[in-house]
C-alpha cells in the first residue's frame, strides 16, 4: 500500500481534518510562496503578490513547510475502499512538501540558478496579460504591484548567487535580452486597451524600472557573476533517488532505471533502423534521418502545420474510439514566449482548473531565433520535421497535454487539480505519440497522404522517441558524474539521433532539470499498466475506456493510478 495504514487508528473525522490541513498548505503555504503560480490556476487573490527569494522568505518557506508536513503526518488515515482518494491525496501532499524542502534545502536553485529570478519577473507579468480573466484597468493594477517588487527580488538574485554552475548562468544571459524586449515591447502592448490615464502613468514608470533593473542585471551577471561561475550543477545520486520519490513515487535503483532506460534506447534504435531501410534500402540509417530531417516547413509556415494537423488527429480518434474529447474548442497555436525560448520546442498552455473567465489554451511553439544563420536554421528546423510535427501535434494537443487539460474537471479532488506527477502528464503525452500510429493513425487516408510519408511519420515517432530515450539517460549520468555536458550533447547527437542544435538545448536543460527521464518513464509505466488492465479484462477491454479511466483520475503518480484501476500496488515496472 502507499504508507503503513493500520498501525494505528485513524484519527476521528480524519478526512475532515485533512481537507482544512490541505486547505490551509495550499493558501499559506504552496501559493503564498509561488503567487505566479496561484494566478495560473485562477485564484486571482494572488494576482498583486510576487515571488520573494530573499534568504529570511526561503528560511520562513523551509519552516512553513515543515510546519506542514508535521501536521500532515499526524493525521492518521482510514483505510476503506471509501478511504482511497483522500487517503492517496494525503501522500501526495505529503510528497509535494518533502520535494519542496529538498529543493530548497539541496538543491538549492535560489542560490544556483540565475535564469530563476529574471523568469519569474517575465512569468509574473505574461500570466496577468495571456488570459483576458478581467478587465485591462484591473489586471494593469495587478501587474504595477507586482513589477513594483521586481527591482527586489533582482536584488536578491545579487546576495543569493555566489558560486553558481557557469551554464545556469550562460543559460541566463542568453534569455535577457528576450525578456528585457518583452517587457519593453509585449507587456507595454498587451494593456495599450487600458482606459485609466493615472494608472497607465504609474505603469510607464514601474515597466521602465523593471527593464532598466534587468538591464543592470543582465550587465552583472556579464561583468561580475559569469567569471566567477564555478559551482556544481549536478545534484548527486542519493538527491536524485529521493527528488524520483517524492516527485514520482518511484523507488528503483539508479542502475536499474539505467538498464530500463538503456533497452528502451536500443530497441527505439533497432526499429528506427528497420524503419529507415524499409524507406531507404541501402542507405546508411543517420542519412535517411538527414532526409527526414530536410522534409520540414518553412519557418513562417511552422505555426499553420501544426494547426494542419488538429482536423485529422480529432477525427481519428473519435472515428477510432481512442478517448473521449469533452470539448469541440481547439487550442490556439503561436509562438513561445520569450522567457521560455532558450529550453523548449514547443509546449501547452492551459488554464487553470480554477479559471472561470478565460479558459483558452495555447500551443506554443518556439521558432528560429532571428540571429541564426541560414545554416543555423536549417539545422533547428529538422527539428520539425513532417514526422516530429506530428508527434509534437498528438503530444501537446490530441489526445495529449491538451486533452488531459480537457478532462481536469473531473479529477476526484481539488489536490488532484493542484498538484501533478510528471511520469503522468508528460509519461502521458509521450505514450500517446506511439499509440495513436499503433493504432493506425499516420497510414495513407488518416493523416498521411501517401506510404512514404507514413513511413516517414514512423521515423519521426522514433525520433522523439529517442529523445527522451537520451534524456533519461543523460539526467541520471550528468547528474551522477559520469558525463560532462560536452558528453552529454554527443550523447544526444549520437545516440539520441538529434541535430547540434537540439542537443545543445536538450543538454541545457538537463542541467536543470535532473529527472526528465519522466516521458520515457511515465510512458513505460503506462504501457505496463495497460497490458495488466487487459489481462485483467480480457476480451472486455477497450482501449477508449482504459484512456478515460486513466485521465479521470488527475495526474497522481502511476503507482496511485495502478491502485485505482488494478485494486492492488503491484510494481508499475
Same mark, same amino acid.
Given at each position: ?350 488554464? *487553470?482548473?480554477?479559471?472561470?473567465? =478565460?479558459? /483558452? ?7 528560429? %531565433? !532571428? &540571429? ?123 545516440? *539520441?539521433?538529434?541535430?547540434?542544435? =537540439?542537443? /545543445? ?7 536543470? %532539470? !535532473? &529527472? ?58
Amino acid at each position: 500500500m502507499l504508507s503503513a495504514i493500520g498501525v494505528h487508528a485513524a484519527t476521528a473525522s480524519w478526512k475532515d481534518q485533512f481537507a482544512r490541513v490541505s486547505d490551509d498548505y495550499f493558501d499559506h503555504v504552496y501559493f503564498h510562496y509561488a503567487p505566479s503560480n496561484g494566478t495560473m490556476v485562477g485564484l486571482h487573490q494572488y494576482d498583486s503578490h510576487l515571488e520573494d527569494f530573499s534568504r529570511k522568505n526561503i528560511d520562513a518557506q523551509i519552516a512553513a513547510l515543515k510546519t506542514y508536513e508535521r501536521r500532515i503526518e499526524s493525521i492518521v488515515p482510514g483505510d476503506s475502499p471509501a478511504d482511497f482518494v483522500p487517503r492517496c491525496d494525503r501522500e501526495i501532499v505529503l510528497s509535494s512538501i518533502r520535494s519542496q524542502i529538498l529543493t530548497l534545502e539541496t538543491i538549492r536553485p535560489w542560490a544556483k540558478n540565475a535564469d530563476a529570478y529574471s523568469s519569474t519577473c517575465a512569468n509574473a507579468a505574461f500570466v496577468l496579460m495571456e488570459r483576458k480573466f478581467a478587465p485591462p484597468d484591473d489586471r494593469l493594477r495587478s501587474l504595477v504591484a507586482r513589477e513594483k517588487q521586481m527591482p527586489a527580488l533582482l536584488s536578491a538574485a545579487r546576495a543569493n548567487l555566489q558560486n553558481p554552475p557557469r551554464i545556469f548562468t550562460e543559460i541566463a544571459i542568453e534569455q535577457l535580452p528576450d525578456i528585457i524586449g518583452f517587457f519593453q515591447h509585449d507587456v507595454p502592448q498587451a494593456f495599450a486597451d487600458a482606459d485609466d490615464a493615472t494608472l497607465k502613468a504609474e505603469f510607464a514608470a514601474t515597466n521602465a524600472a523593471v527593464v532598466a533593473a534587468l538591464n543592470d542585471y543582465l550587465g552583472w551577471l556579464k561583468t561580475d557573476l559569469l567569471p566567477r561561475s564555478n559551482g556544481d550543477y549536478r545534484i548527486g545520486a542519493d538527491t536524485f533517488r529521493k527528488k524520483l520519490q517524492y516527485d514520482e513515487m518511484v523507488d528503483l535503483p539508479l542502475d536499474k532505471l539505467l538498464e530500463i532506460g538503456w533497452a528502451d534506447l536500443r530497441k527505439n534504435q533497432d526499429h528506427f533502423k528497420q524503419g529507415a531501410a524499409e524507406l531507404e534500402p541501402g542507405k546508411d540509417p543517420r542519412a535517411v534521418l538527414e532526409e527526414l530531417g530536410e522534409d520540414h516547413p518553412v519557418p513562417d509556415q511552422l505555426l499553420d502545420a501544426f494547426r494542419a494537423t488538429f482536423n485529422s488527429l480529432v477525427s481519428f480518434i473519435r472515428e477510432h474510439h481512442i478517448v473521449t474529447i469533452p470539448s469541440d474548442v481547439r487550442p490556439i497555436v503561436e509562438e513561445t514566449p520569450p522567457f521560455m525560448r532558450a529550453t523548449t520546442f514547443a509546449s501547452m498552455d492551459t488554464a *487553470g482548473p480554477f479559471e472561470t473567465r =478565460a479558459t /483558452e489554451s495555447y500551443f506554443n511553439v518556439t521558432l528560429p %531565433d !532571428p &540571429t541564426m544563420t541560414p545554416a543555423e536554421v536549417d539545422g533547428y528546423m529538422h527539428g520539425f520535421n513532417v514526422g516530429t510535427v506530428i508527434s509534437t501535434a498528438v503530444h501537446e494537443a490530441y489526445p495529449g497535454h491538451y486533452v488531459q487539460f480537457l478532462w481536469l474537471p473531473k479529477a476526484p479532488s481539488k489536490v488532484r487539480k493542484l498538484l501533478s506527477a510528471n511520469t503522468d502528464v508528460e509519461g502521458w503525452a509521450h505514450y500517446c505519440e506511439q499509440m495513436m500510429l499503433d493504432e493506425g493513425y499516420g497510414q495513407p487516408g488518416a493523416g498521411a497522404k501517401d506510404e512514404r510519408e507514413a513511413k516517414l511519420m514512423r521515423l519521426g515517432q522514433l525520433q522523439d522517441a529517442l529523445l527522451r530515450n537520451a534524456r533519461f539517460i543523460v539526467g541520471i549520468e550528468m547528474h551522477t558524474g559520469k558525463m560532462s555536458i560536452e558528453q552529454a550533447e554527443d550523447f544526444f547527437e549520437k545516440e *539520441g539521433y538529434q541535430s547540434k542544435e =537540439a542537443a /545543445e538545448v536538450e543538454t541545457k536543460r538537463g542541467a536543470g %532539470d !535532473p &529527472t526528465y527521464l519522466y516521458y520515457t518513464l511515465g510512458k513505460l509505466e503506462i504501457m505496463k499498466l495497460r497490458e495488466d488492465v487487459k489481462k485483467k479484462e480480457g476480451a472486455s477491454f477497450s482501449i477508449e475506456k482504459f484512456h478515460d479511466d486513466f485521465l479521470r483520475q488527475g495526474f497522481p503518480p502511476i503507482k496511485i493510478v495502478r491502485e485505482a484501476m488494478l485494486g492492488d500496488d503491484s510494481p508499475a515496472l
